[in-house]
């Protein structure tokens, strides 16, 4: 079965960063495409940045572009989010996805915290 388990998340000030992580099984990570998404409490679940199977084009939010970075490892079944300038509305669950056979998988998120 797919399984996503992230990891990575934390207590950070304002300015600092992470880097999240997703550890992906069950289906050929390889072959399709990657995202992360984030849900602040009140708010609804939004994109965050997505990555391709094997070019590894992204695509990133606006409220988050040139700060984030997201990556893949094809051989480690791994996607990652480095997270650089945060700031406290940055501040939300972190999960990862993916869609294969045309159904949405999740993992159980990481929270993210940043202090003022």
């Known amino acids: 079965q797919v399984h996503l388990v992230e990891s990575g998340g934390g207590l950070v000030q304002a300015g600092g960063s992470l880097r999240l992580s997703c550890a992906a099984s069950g289906f050929t990570f390889s072959r399709y495409i990657m995202s992360w998404y984030r849900q602040a409490p009140g708010k609804e679940r939004e994109l965050v940045a997505l990555i391709t199977p094997t070019s590894g084009s992204t695509n990133y939010a606006d409220s988050i572009k040139g700060r984030f970075t997201i990556s893949r490892d094809n051989g480690k079944n791994t996607v990652y989010l480095q997270m650089n300038s945060l700031k406290p509305e940055d501040t939300a669950v972190y999960y990862c996805?993916?869609?294969?056979?045309?159904?949405?998988?999740w993992g159980q998120g990481t929270q993210v915290t940043v202090s003022s």
């Open positions: 996805n993916t869609r294969p056979g045309g159904h949405d998988y």
